[in-house]
């Protein structure tokens, strides 16, 4: 073959350039069914295991059992429970990228980006109901204020939630799971810890430390929770 034939064949099928007001009008056409933030975050709660929402109600239990006879030295039993909360919180809204899926969730209609952040809302929104009932039950028969039960059992569910979300954001796999419980374990041991061993730390006059650790907690939450869902972005950039 020739080279002036080759050239007639490859002119031939060339293919013409782009036209990019035809693309866009051509997906105008394509049909796009809306939905709502609403039924959007509905549709993602579906899809959190049920396992996950029953261990959760779950932790109101002790409270409920204890809400009778609770005492100031007794809130250990309570706040022992309160790290496994943020645990599950954590494993349930990284699920996608522990096990894998991420590159599978990213095919779908909605980026992993308002996934991840519709699940984490959905869990958050489900933990400060379940505080709201925990911590009045707590105070029922107990000298502390529904403030200092508040703060004492916020903290380490905080300071849980902030080293999974590290953990699950520098390793990938299975593994993290397990590093996230040993976590949730170390946590409630050092509060039952404090609360058998420093007990004095529960004080009123230690309250304004505790305000502060907790503020200080709650602004790490917020930049982990920012940096995870950062990094689906990146992770969707890198596939």
């Given amino acids: 073959m020739n080279r002036q034939l080759k050239k007639r064949i490859k002119k031939v099928f060339e293919a013409p350039e782009p036209d990019l007001n035809e693309k866009e009008k051509f997906l105008r056409m394509l049909p796009q069914p809306q939905i709502s933030m609403l ?11 049920k396992q996950t929402l029953f261990l959760s109600m779950l932790l109101l239990f002790p409270a409920l059992k204890s809400a009778n006879n609770i005492r100031t030295g007794d ?9 496994f909360l943020g645990l599950l919180a954590v494993a349930e809204s ?3 990228t522990t096990y894998g899926m991420g590159e599978f969730e990213m095919a779908t209609r909605f980026s992993l980006k ?12 489900l933990d400060a109901f379940i505080f709201c009932c925990f911590i009045p039950l707590c105070c029922i028969n107990s ?15 905080l300071l849980t939630v902030n080293i999974s979300l590290w953990i699950s ?15 949730a374990a170390m946590v409630s041991g050092v509060n039952v810890a404090l609360c058998i061993r420093a007990d004095y730390v529960y004080q ?24 995870t869902i950062k990094q ?3 992770l969707a950039w890198n596939l």
Avoid: D
């Fill in 143 to 157: 000298s502390l204020s529904i403030i200092q039960t508040g703060v004492y059992l916020l903290v380490p569910y």
């Fill in 169 to 183: 954001r520098h390793f990938h796999g299975k593994e993290v799971i397990y590093a996230c419980m040993s976590v």
């Fill in 94 to 96: 990284t699920r996608s």
């Fill in 114 to 125: 308002s996934t991840v952040l519709a699940r984490m809302s959905v869990l958050g929104l």
């Fill in 232 to 234: 689906t972005e990146e």
């Fill in 75 to 83: 809130l250990w039993v309570a706040s022992a429970f309160i790290p």
């Fill in 204 to 227: 009123f006059n230690f309250l304004k430390w505790w305000l502060i650790l907790s503020a200080l907690l709650v602004g790490e939450m917020i930049y982990e929770t920012y940096r």
């Fill in 39 to 49: 039924k959007f975050i509905l549709i993602q709660a579906s899809y959190i295991r």
